[in-house]
T-cell receptor, first 111, second 115 residues
Framework: TQLLEQSPQFLSIQEGENLTVYCNSS?????LQWYRQEPGEGPVLLVT?????EVKKLKRLTFQFGDARKDSSLHITAAQPGDTGLYLC???????????FGTGTRLQVFP | EAGVVQSPRYKIIEKKQPVAFWCNPI?????LYWYRQNLGQGPELLIR????????DSQLPKDRFSAERLKGVDSTLKIQPAELGDSAVYLC?????????????FGPGTRLTVT
């Protein structure tokens, strides 16, 4: 069974701080996606990474796919209250479209 | 383009009652998914359709859950009878197999409360 463990599970920080969320597995994934979900809404796709070692930037968010394609990280610089939400990583394997979701990281950014 | 549409957004029912959820995927997306999400957790796949065919329903509790996707567009998910443990958010997502890597786009979900 493929599992994606996220850490930390919860994170409360002040506006302006930096943070990193980790997504780890013992399995290899063909792609890794990051979603953000706000209360009462569905997950919104932020980024997809497919190549080992790949780094993608989305404004203040930096996503990295591990060299072995077993792990990923999301780094947020100068967090803002609008970054508050549930962050989910999700992986696909063997060129299928079945998404395996991580356990989630709930981020709260206080003004 | 319009996103995935779901209705209703909220539903409160008593246990043993039936309930149905509706989903309209993004136009042109031939793959449709139903997920269940418990509070603070990631979504768990219930069923996946490619066009009108259910290609993965291994996680669907078939004794009380059913789904259909007539004409390969809209889909409905039904629970009959509902149990207290069915309280969750039911998410619909769609994707296009013509676009790799496979990226799924989610609707806002239906929050079900069973009392």
């Amino acid at each position: 069974t493929q599992l994606l463990e996220q850490s930390p599970q919860f994170l409360s920080i002040q506006e302006g701080e930096n943070l990193t969320v980790y997504c780890n597995s013992s399995s290899v994934f063909s792609s890794l996606q990051w979603y953000r979900q706000e209360p009462g809404e569905g997950p919104v796709l932020l980024v997809t990474v497919v190549t080992g070692g790949e780094v993608k930037k989305l404004k203040r968010l930096t996503f990295q796919f591990g060299d072995a394609r077993k792990d990923s990280s999301l780094h947020i610089t100068a967090a803002q209250p609008g970054d508050t939400g549930l962050y989910l990583c999700a992986g696909t394997s063997d060129n299928t479209d079945k998404l395996i979701f991580g356990t989630g990281t709930r981020l709260q950014v206080f003004p | 383009e319009a996103g995935v549409v779901q209705s209703p957004r909220y539903k409160i029912i008593e246990k043993k009652q039936p309930v149905a959820f509706w989903c309209n995927p993004i136009s042109g997306h031939n793959t449709l998914y139903w997920y269940r999400q418990n509070l603070g957790q990631g979504p768990e796949l219930l069923i996946r359709y490619e066009n009108e065919e259910a290609v993965d329903d291994s996680q669907l509790p078939k004794d009380r859950f059913s789904a259909e996707r007539l004409k390969g567009v809209d889909s409905t998910l039904k629970i009959q009878p509902a149990e207290l443990g069915d309280s969750a958010v039911y998410l619909c997502a769609s994707s296009s197999v013509d676009r790799q890597p496979y990226e799924q786009y989610f609707g806002p979900g239906t929050r079900l409360t069973v009392t």
